[in-house]
């Protein structure tokens, strides 16, 4: 076995972990901060070197995975066929490619032909109908488990409450024959369905007219207004929110189908909404086409779309192809170029994040790209400014990867006049003044004084933060006016504010005061690995958090342990452990603890040991369990010791199986996988 460079192994975990954490702003919090064509560009880099290095394999990966777990506000629930996410096609050869790839598969010479549709810019969910009516709605979440929706997505006025019964075959606005003049079809005593959520351009301007009216801030694109509309705790909120669907899919149903267009056509009888721009039973090549015409006139669309979606219209031949654990092989979103303009650099200014990392943003001649208006894009660090040379008073294109969030592309040279200026990091925090340093091997400048404002402002953010102490209330611009006013000089500090002090910040009269103040005194009863997440401690984020507490089960344990000790964990390594034991080597941070241990916060420390009846066993699940939850499931799993997997391989213990299991189960039979069901784990668990 050759050996793998240290350097190789470093640049597998910093793309996992970057992945995994834009995964979760993407696909949970709907606050991405890298567009689409980076994100793109890391994931085959990293698909690349696990391809050159196999022995790098790790079930967790991003690669192996689609997206990221859902927020704890919402109940969920798990989806009987996983949500795929689809592989992308950037060119013409791409897409030729793809077509090659499941030729080779089937076996077969034959023209295979394609059902294209549009990519909406919007937000995926499945709804589930029984006997014709809607039980249940939840959005995609992570691919595996979703959140459940039900009251939103019942006051979309273009989804049915109860499916049509017995209605004629509709006339068809898409090419094709359709499933014959005047044909009825009874109504599925099960049926899943998919389809994506969004906001028209007409819809999005009356709802920011609203919102000004009220005073409050404008949405900043479509998808935001759509996401934040359909994930409200309060459905009446939705209800006044222009969202509408378009129905693309189904999950389980009892329908008897034989082709994706049949499906869509179904779905049409049924009384669910279909794009009118879906073209059917065509080749490759006149789907490429039609992605070229479409793409020429998106911008005349009445809302957002961001590609083409291109599957294999002949569903025994989808059932042949199957899929990876990522995407189906069946199907595939080819992208729309960013849409692009140009315009100048004002100036570039410097914001410090809760690490200390400086990080340079550009400050734009606002322009209009595709709907929206860019004033600002972040330049990253040094590195990338320096890669592409931009300078202030440069013209530069600029462009909204996935038609949303801006970047700098290139700088147009030849509208350079000589008065340009060259941007250099500065030497010292433009907030408080210190020396900033740029370690050896690393692209980030960083402010070393720990009690910059700045820094601190984003750390009490993040302590607060829903994946830590998840105060509801206390946002950012509250962060700041309590920071600014002397009241926060550490996350301690939040713990010791009452309404009264609230009170007198900006737009916080006694009611929101209170409200806060219990916010604040209900998130005192934390877990322990949310509790480490919080503390902000440099490489620990939501995973190593959850890996640390479990290993250590409790502070003291872990304010006690070495270098060599935190090392030996598995998933942590040297530079975790180095930061770990620096960290809590600071007076100022036990300091911190202590007198958040003071105010009464209670740390909810794991199972004890005689407990932990799965330690390091890995199970995957599959299938509907008989009165739980995959996500209560994993949670029994990792609470006994054990980890739960997205995928089979030789190094799962047990397949946790229930109704309705995938294909991993005829895999975990190959691999000779031991297969469990929900009683057997019970007994497991039992002490």
């Given amino acids: 076995m050759k050996e793998i460079d240290a350097d190789i192994v470093n640049k597998v975990n910093a793309l996992r972990k970057a992945l995994h954490r834009h995964n979760y702003l993407y696909y949970v919090l709907d606050d991405p901060e890298v567009s689409d064509a980076e994100y793109d560009r890391m994931m085959l880099e990293l698909t690349a070197l696990e391809e050159a290095w196999p022995e790098l394999y790790d079930p967790d990966s991003p690669t192996s995975r689609v997206g990221a777990p859902p927020l704890s506000q919402f109940e969920t629930i798990a989806h009987s066929i996983p949500m795929l996410s689809l592989g992308n096609a950037f060119t013409d050869s791409d897409i030729i490619d793809f077509d090659h790839r499941v030729r080779k598969i ?65 006339p068809s606005p898409f090419k094709g024959e359709g499933l014959g003049g005047g044909e009825k079809r009874n109504i599925p005593l099960r049926l899943e369905v998919r389809g994506e959520v969004f906001i028209s351009h007409e819809g999005f301007k009356i709802l920011n007219e609203e919102q000004l009216n ?79 015409a479409l793409g020429d006139k998106r911008h005349l669309l009445p809302y957002d779309i961001d590609g083409m979606v291109i599957k294999v219209d002949d569903l025994s031949l989808q059932t042949k192809l199957g899929s990876t654990s990522r995407s189906p092989r069946w199907a595939i979103a080819y992208k729309f170029k960013a849409m692009q303009e140009t315009t100048r650099v004002l100036n570039i200014d410097v914001q410090v994040g809760r690490t200390g990392v400086l990080t340079p943003v550009a400050h734009l001649q606002p322009v209009n790209v595709g709907g929206a208006m860019v004033r600002r894009a972040t330049l990253h660090n040094e590195d990338e400014i320096e890669r592409k040379d931009i300078r202030i008073g440069d013209t530069v294109l600029v462009q909204r990867a996935g038609d949303v969030i801006p970047e700098v592309v290139k700088v147009i040279e030849s509208k350079r006049t000589g008065l340009e200026r060259i941007f250099h990091m500065p030497l010292n925090c433009p907030v408080c003044g210190s020396i900033v340093i740029r370690a050896k091997g690393e692209t980030a400048t960083r402010c070393i004084n720990a009690t910059c404002l700045a820094q601190l402002k984003e750390r009490i953010k993040h302590f607060s933060s829903k994946g830590a102490f998840d105060i509801d209330g206390l946002g950012d611009k509250l962060v700041e006016q309590l920071v600014d006013k002397g009241l926060l000089a550490s996350y301690a500090d939040i713990f010791y504010l009452d309404a009264v002090k609230i009170e007198g910040m900006e737009r916080m009269g006694a009611r929101s005061a209170e409200k806060l103040a219990c916010a604040i005194e209900k998130s005192k009863k934390i877990k322990f690995n949310r509790f480490l997440y919080a503390l902000g401690i440099r490489h620990v984020g939501e995973h190593v958090a959850k890996i640390l507490a479990r290993e250590f089960k409790s502070l003291d344990n872990l304010l006690d342990a070495t270098e060599k000790q935190i090392e030996a964990v598995e998933g942590a390594g040297s530079v975790i452990a180095e930061s770990v034991v620096n960290f809590f080597k600071q007076n100022t941070n036990r300091e911190v603890i202590s007198r958040i241990l003071d105010s009464n916060v209670c740390i909810l420390f794991q199972a004890g040991e005689k407990e932990r009846t799965l330690e390091d066993k890995v199970f995957v699940l599959t299938g509907t369990l008989e009165d739980l939850t995959r996500n209560q499931a994993k949670e029994m799993i990792e609470a006994a010791g054990g980890r739960v997997s997205g995928s089979v391989s030789r190094k799962t213990d047990y397949l946790l199986a229930g109704s309705s299991p995938g294909s991993k189960l005829s895999l975990a039979k190959d691999l000779g996988v031991e297969i469990i069901d929900q009683a057997t784990l019970q007994k497991m668990l039992s002490p």
């Avoid at 929706?149 to 004629?168: D, E, G, K, M, W």
């Fill in 106 to 170: 089937l076996r077969t010479d034959d023209e295979i032909l394609y059902t294209v549709e549009p990519k909406l810019d919007g937000l995926a969910v499945e709804l589930v109908y029984e006997k014709g009516k809607l039980i249940v709605a939840s959005t995609r979440g992570d691919g595996i488990n979703g959140e459940v929706i039900t009251a939103n997505v019942r006051t979309i006025r273009s989804v049915p409450l109860l499916l049509q019964v017995n209605t004629p075959t509709l």
């Fill in 214 to 292: 009220q005073n409050l801030p404008p949405f900043a694109n479509p998808r935001n207004a759509a996401a934040g509309s359909l994930r409200q705790l309060d459905s009446s909120i939705t209800a006044k929110r222009p969202l509408e669907i378009f129905f693309y899919g189904v999950g389980v149903t009892d329908l008897r189908l034989k082709s994706h267009w049949e499906t869509l056509q179904t779905l049409q009888e049924l009384g669910l909404r279909i794009n009118p721009l879906i073209r059917s039973e065509i080749t490759i090549e006149e789907a490429v086409d039609y992605y070229k």
